[in-house]
Nanobody
Framework: QVQLVESGGGLVQPGGSLRLSCVASGRFFRLDDMAWYRQAPGKQRELVASITLRDSTNYADSVKGRFTISRDNAKNTVYLQMNSMKPEDAAVYYC???????????????WGQGTQVTVSS
């Protein structure tokens, strides 16, 4: 199994920055795509950014130019650098990955517990 632990959430003022981290641990052969999702109260969970094993990235239109996703494969970690934050960025942010646990079954999806991000003055 794979455990994902997020950190770095908190309170930030509009225009400020935060950096989220997510560390994967457990027994797995490989971490494939990794991503950050977020869910605000009363809204559906949405994809914020994703990154492939070869560092190809994808962003939601609402965060393009402000957020940057990156990964450190040696540390089994994915990051989300959030700059120029807006009140509408406030949400619980979830780490997601596709991990190859059983090479005979293909990759499976795993989720972290989430970290709260609040944007307020």
């Amino acid at each position: 199994q794979v455990q994902l632990v997020e950190s770095g959430g908190g309170l930030v003022q509009p225009g400020g920055s935060l950096r989220l981290s997510c560390v994967a641990s457990g027994r797995f052969f490989r971490l494939d795509d990794m991503a950050w999702y977020r869910q605000a109260p009363g809204k559906q969970r949405e994809l914020v950014a994703s990154i492939t094993l070869r560092d190809s990235t994808n962003y939601a239109d609402s965060v393009k130019g402000r957020f940057t996703i990156s990964r450190d494969n040696a540390k089994n970690t994915v990051y989300l650098q959030m700059n120029s934050m807006k009140p509408e960025d406030a949400a619980v942010y979830y780490c997601n990955c596709n991990a190859l646990v059983n090479p005979f079954r293909g990759p499976s999806a795993y989720w972290g517990q989430g970290t709260q991000v609040t944007v307020s003055s």
